[in-house]
């Protein structure tokens, strides 16, 4: 792979996060959200048990005292709770509220909608998901 090529896939991954951004503003704005504060309501499955603080920062490559602003925040919204985890009670654990999982799925209904990868097919859709999971395996950074 030539550096051009690579320079084009990085400011091609730029445009499509870019623009994504730009068409969500709307939705996020009615929610009262930042793009911060979205990714982090995104970062938190209600179909899984609620992560911890950590877990969370991870998901988000972000340090402790960021995560923090976020999450308070949220909770200053009503969108996420904060409690003890009771498997470890050192450490907090962030669950949604209804209204998060509400919140949550209009942004990520909005985003599915709006974002050009919208115009690609199931087929194209599936070798993207392929080639973009390859890059971001930690494996292949070895190889």
């Known amino acids: 792979m030539t550096r ?8 091609a991954n730029h445009e499509l996060f870019m623009q994504t951004g730009d068409r969500i503003e709307a939705v996020l704005v009615e ?35 960021n995560l923090s602003f976020v999450m308070n925040q949220l909770t200053d919204r009503g969108l996420v709770e904060r409690s003890a985890d009771p498997a470890d ?15 949550r799925a209009s942004v990520i209904e909005a985003t599915l909608a709006l974002t050009p990868f919208a115009r690609l097919g199931d087929d194209e859709l599936r070798r993207l998901v392929d080639l973009l999971g390859k890059a971001l395996d930690p ?4 190889a």
Do not use: F
């Not at 051009?4 to 400011?11: D, H, K």
């Not at 899984?48 to 950590?54: G, L």
């Not at 494996?139 to 070895?142: F, P, T, Y």
């Open 139 to 142: 494996a292949e950074e070895s």
């Open 89 to 103: 009670r050192r450490s907090r654990v962030v669950a949604l509220t209804d209204d998060g999982r509400r919140v």
């Open 4 to 11: 051009s090529t690579l320079e084009a896939a990085v400011a």
């Open 31 to 65: 929610h009262g959200l930042t793009p911060a504060t979205a990714q982090a309501l995104w970062a938190i499955d209600p179909g899984e048990a609620p992560p911890s603080m950590k877990t969370l920062a991870g998901r988000l490559y972000c340090n402790a005292p």
